[in-house]
T-cell receptor, first 111, second 113 residues
């Protein structure tokens, strides 16, 4: 069993839809929970991160962490074609240096 | 700042040849990471440095892989000898104090024939 599980998709939605991306994990030592966005043939870029449990909101993006269920989510409101990319969840133990990535979910937002 | 700079951007080589990938981190960042991304295994951390010192190389797949950071502005990842299964995109990332300061380079696409 992988430490981090993420459905690779692809996920196709119409413009304006709410997108929900999810990951599960098995290592209870993880404290930092990150979401990266990766456009085709580019390096990943950090979208947002949370420490421990709870929610974090940044514009159209909301990250949620449920440590009791070992489940994290990223919600994208009012999705745009420019949101079309691969979204990778990532996690690390305290210190945040040794990061484990999920497989990434490919998202297509249709105009 | 130009961001993290990697060279070459593309590399095609034959099995058995030595490959050297290069990275220039963002000025002032004291952490440098090397990652490998493949379809089968996703994005994996190979090694990371703090203040030019290797801290964790447990992700380096074999002794054929080596990484150095001779100074704060330069790092190399070397594969000798290269094998077809080393074909992947290799990313360098650097980070200052705080996770939000981490940035990835554009990657080097390596194809070993």
């Amino acid at each position: 069993q992988k430490e981090v599980e993420q459905d690779p998709g692809p996920l196709s939605v119409p413009e304006g839809a709410i997108v929900s991306l999810n990951c599960t994990y098995s290592n209870s030592a993880f404290q930092y929970f990150m979401w990266y966005r990766q456009y085709s043939r580019k390096g990943p870029e950090l979208l947002m991160y949370t420490y421990s449990s709870g929610n974090k909101e940044d514009g159209r993006f909301t990250a949620q962490v449920d440590k009791s269920s070992k489940y994290i989510s990223l919600f994208i409101r009012d999705s745009q074609p420019s949101d079309s990319a691969t979204y990778l969840c990532a996690m690390s133990a305290p210190g945040g240096f040794k990061t484990i990535f999920g497989a990434g979910t490919r998202l297509f937002v249709k105009a | 700042d130009a961001g993290v700079i990697q060279s070459p951007r593309h590399e095609v080589t034959e099995m058995g040849q030595e490959v050297t990938l290069r990275c220039k981190p963002i000025s002032g960042h004291d952490y440098l990471f090397w990652y490998r991304q493949t379809m089968m295994r996703g994005l994996e951390l190979l090694i990371y440095f703090n203040n030019n010192v290797p801290i964790d190389d447990s992700g380096m797949p074999e002794d054929r892989f080596s990484a150095k950071m001779p100074n704060a502005s330069f790092s190399t990842l070397k594969i000798q000898p290269s094998e077809p299964r080393d074909s992947a995109v290799y990313f360098c990332a650097s980070r200052g104090q705080g996770l939000e300061t981490q940035y990835f380079g554009p990657g080097t696409r390596l194809l070993v024939l």
